[in-house]
């Protein structure tokens, strides 16, 4: 297919979304091409934005197992981007945040302890500022909030790795099925291997009883 007045219509809407959940990108395709193949269309419009150090990446939410779509730039790096985006306090809060985060045995962080962050010296946010801005990062994937906690959302995981891998190298664990790094996941309690909830779905489909891929011992059925 050639590229055309189509595709744009669908890079303009990611473009102005940023990201969108697979359900809503396929419902345009469909609108759009007549089919639900997002990956093929997807990826000719990757073709594309190749020469404009850009692309549009296909991740999924740790928590909550739903696809997105997300625009990234291959090239921007997440200091640059942040600087325009957020105010100087509320990019500190938003470091203080990962950082609770990934250095946490658990990888979330409590809603209370969020805001406690405010009293950093380099945040200087209201606990109200604090809210609306979470808040705000929450709808933009950039966090998730689920049960009083927040985990690192899908957008984060897309077009913040680099920064991730530069300054948590020594706290970063990859997801034994996938390769992939994982923020949140499933333990094994024997050689505590982590699995992303996703894909531990997909083993247990075809494997019964779920044993860990690493060390082969049963995982429990609640797993």
């Known amino acids: 297919?050639?590229?055309?007045?189509?595709?744009?219509?669908?890079?303009?809407?990611?473009?102005?979304?940023?990201?969108?959940?697979?359900?809503?990108?396929?419902?345009?395709?469909?609108?759009?091409?007549?089919?639900?193949n997002v990956s093929v269309i997807v990826n000719q419009i990757n073709e594309q934005l190749q020469v404009l150090n850009m692309l549009i990446k296909k991740v999924q939410c740790e928590i909550t197992s739903q696809v997105y779509w997300v625009v990234i730039s291959t090239v921007l790096d997440e200091v640059t981007r942040f600087q325009t985006e957020f105010s100087k306090a509320q990019l500190a809060?938003?470091?203080?945040?990962?950082?609770?985060?990934?250095?946490?045995?658990?990888r979330c962080i409590q809603s209370t302890v969020c805001l406690n962050l405010c009293s950093s010296a380099?945040?200087?946010?209201?606990?109200?500022?604090?809210?609306?801005?979470?808040?705000?990062?929450?709808?933009?994937?950039?966090?998730?909030?689920?049960?009083?906690?927040?985990?690192?959302?899908p957008r984060s995981i897309t077009e913040l790795m680099p920064y991730f891998r530069a300054t948590y190298e020594d706290n970063l664990s990859t997801c034994c099925l996938c390769k992939q790094v994982i923020f949140y996941g499933k333990k094994?309690?024997?050689?505590?291997?982590?699995?992303?909830?996703f894909c531990l779905q997909r083993y247990a489909m075809?494997?019964?009883?779920?044993?860990?891929?690493?060390?082969?011992?049963?995982?429990p059925d609640d797993e």
């Open 122 to 153: 380099d945040v200087k946010l209201s606990k109200t500022e604090a809210e609306e801005f979470l808040g705000d990062i929450v709808t933009r994937k950039w966090l998730v909030y689920k049960d009083g906690f927040y985990f690192i959302g």
């Open 1 to 36: 297919m050639v590229y055309g007045q189509k595709h744009k219509i669908l890079l303009q809407t990611f473009m102005h979304e940023g990201l969108l959940d697979e359900n809503k990108a396929k419902d345009l395709v469909i609108q759009l091409f007549g089919n639900d």
């Open 206 to 219: 075809i494997h019964n009883p779920m044993k860990c891929p690493t060390c082969n011992i049963v995982l």
């Open 188 to 197: 094994c309690g024997n050689c505590e291997s982590l699995l992303h909830l």
């Open 93 to 106: 809060l938003l470091r203080h945040v990962f950082s609770e985060i990934i250095t946490s045995n658990n």
